[in-house]
């Protein structure tokens, strides 16, 4: 037997591992083929490595881009929860160029992805500057069909899915490979103000793709808006990850892929903020001030098993920043009920039959408590709305301490819902009362009511927004019809359950109270 001693344990060679350990597992050999090493028996996994994973066999149709109806919104791209869209703005002259080398007919095809948009092009030129050709391009390799780029596109119809064929897996694959090619977006292009063209820089997109995440996850996408908002304020070498047990620490960190461009670690269950304190008082002594560290966990992590490590950690004072990827459920154990579920919700441990009618135990709203801890900024969002998230993540990394950001995370199989929803399910958790959005910031003012907006909900005043088309209040009730986890709480007539009714009180009683905070009632 030969013992290592610490001295000899060095740093992954990463292009050893991208050579050796990757194809290994890409083929199915590699518990036949390799050997087990100190990398391995440390858990040490090299930045990125999901970017060599392939899903191009995962899925029967890939979405395909129709430029003539795009305007350049970026609604796609931030969506996708697997990095598998991306887009660039270049000047023609860059575009023409980059093409040249290519054979006429592949750079004819080339060429009809990019289109000249008013935002990119037409506005720039009035200001007598060189216009801007926009392009979206399809990552074949990454893409697992959940068409969620296709959903946010509803209003433009620029991208539909189509089923796969070896043409079209070919056209889009040289379709990437003239975006690897092309210069990056030239920073004059990217309009701050218009928080989705953060993911046109190259220093914003550290989330690689490749994790195992089902299709269409809403965790995902949170985590892969937090890092490009994160890395446009402070670049990839001042990031630093903590993520809790669950969904997120499996799908992102499944031996030997890993979807991060940043430090990270993962910790157990209940004690991320904690080892997070540890990571942040290093970093301090060696001066390492201005590095953003944030903490990842679910419900279950964060409102649950782990909220006394949570209201440790904002009780420091450090400066720590938390995401809390809410799916009011334990995911990653198989759908059991958490603090954070709703009530009625039908879910392991709280299922619906004739003695029990789901969930009975009222929702705890996590944002609210932790807005309770002295001098905590505290945000509660959705994906589905760019710029209240982006604008609540940099808000939350300038804040001098302890911040804590809550967002609502779709998932599919415990929510029951289809794999291309998970924007539109979380604007609707918005509309309806049960998830509202609102920034409690201590920077604003002595009271409750200067430091919490409730801006970026619908009819602040109202109990409930009114859907234009209808006419019917867009209720807790109007909510859980379109979710399979509250089918069992409707009739044959579609009337709703005594429970249901319930749990729509909940839902308006917390409105009530943030009204109140807010000083809007």
């Known amino acids: 037997m030969t013992v290592v001693q610490p001295s000899e344990i060095e740093l992954v060679d990463v292009d050893d591992f991208r ?26 996994l090299p930045p990125g490595t999901g970017e060599y ?15 003539d109806r795009c305007v350049g919104c970026m609604e796609c791209v931030n969506a996708c929860p697997d990095t598998a869209i991306l887009a660039k ?16 007919d592949i750079a004819a095809e080339q060429r009809a992805n990019w289109v000249a948009t008013r935002k990119y092009f037409d506005v720039p030129s009035a200001k007598g500057q060189p216009g801007a050709l926009f392009g979206i391009f399809v990552d074949a390799s990454k893409c697992k069909g959940c ?21 079209v897996l070919e056209q889009a694959r040289r379709g990437f490979d003239v975006y690897r090619a092309t210069p990056d977006t ?60 669950g969904c997120s620490s499996v799908y992102a960190s499944t031996y030997p892929y890993n979807p991060y461009r940043v430090s990270w670690t993962n910790s157990l269950f209940e004690n ?20 953003r560290l944030w903490v990842i966990g679910g419900d279950g992590a964060m409102v649950d098993i782990g909220f006394g490590s949570l209201s440790r950690m904002l009780m420091s004072g450090l400066d720590i920043k938390v995401l809390v990827l809410d799916t009011q459920v334990y995911s990653n154990t198989g759908g059991q009920a958490s603090t954070s579920s709703f009530w009625g919700q039908d879910s392991k441990m709280a299922s619906i039959g004739r003695a029990q009618t789901g969930k009975t ?14 001098n905590v900024f505290v945000a509660q969002t959705i994906t589905g709305d760019l710029g209240h998230f982006y604008r609540t993540i940099m808000a939350a990394n300038e804040f001098p301490g302890p911040a804590v950001v809550t967002v609502y995370t779709t998932c599919q199989p415990e929510h029951g819902v289809g794999d291309n929803m998970s924007s539109h399910q979380a604007r609707l958790a918005r509309d309806s009362r049960a998830f509202p959005v609102f920034v409690h910031d201590p920077r604003q003012g002595e009271l409750m ?73």
Request: proline content about 6%.
């Open 361 to 374: 135990e009222r929702r705890k709203d996590l944002g609210v408590v932790a807005a309770m801890h002295p």
């Open 449 to 521: 009511r200067e430091r919490i907006s409730l801006r970026g909900n619908p009819s602040l005043k109202d109990d409930w927004t009114v859907n234009p088309k209808t006419g019917e209040p867009v209720d807790f009730v109007a909510f859980a019809r379109t979710e399979g986890r509250f089918a069992r709480q409707f009739d044959d007539d579609g009337n709703p359950s005594e429970s249901l009714l319930r749990a729509q009180e909940d839902r308006l009683a917390h409105w009530h109270l943030l009204q109140e905070l807010a000083g809007l009632r």
């Open 53 to 67: 994973r392939d899903f191009s066999h995962l899925a029967p149709e890939l979405p395909v881009f129709i430029p």
């Open 147 to 167: 068409a969620e780029c296709v959903e946010v596109c509803g209003a433009h119809d620029a991208l539909k899915m189509v089923q796969k064929t070896d043409k």
């Open 272 to 291: 991320a903020p904690a080892v997070a304190m540890g990571v942040r008082v290093r970093w301090d002594q060696q001066g390492w001030n201005d590095k």
């Open 186 to 245: 030239p920073a004059a292009y990217i309009n701050e103000k218009s928080l989705g063209d953060l993911m046109l820089a190259e220093r914003s997109l550290l989330y690689a793709g490749g994790a195992g995440s089902c299709m269409g996850c809403g965790e995902a996408t949170a985590i892969r808006m937090m890092l490009s908002a994160t890395g446009f304020q402070y670049g990839r070498e001042n990031i630093a990850i903590v993520n809790s047990t």
């Open 19 to 44: 050579a050796r350990v990757l194809p290994a597992y890409a083929a199915g050999r590699a518990s036949q083929q390799l050997p087990a090493d100190c990398d391995l028996a440390r858990s040490i």
């Open 89 to 104: 703005a270049l000047p023609e002259a860059a575009v023409d160029e980059a093409l040249s080398t290519l054979d006429p």
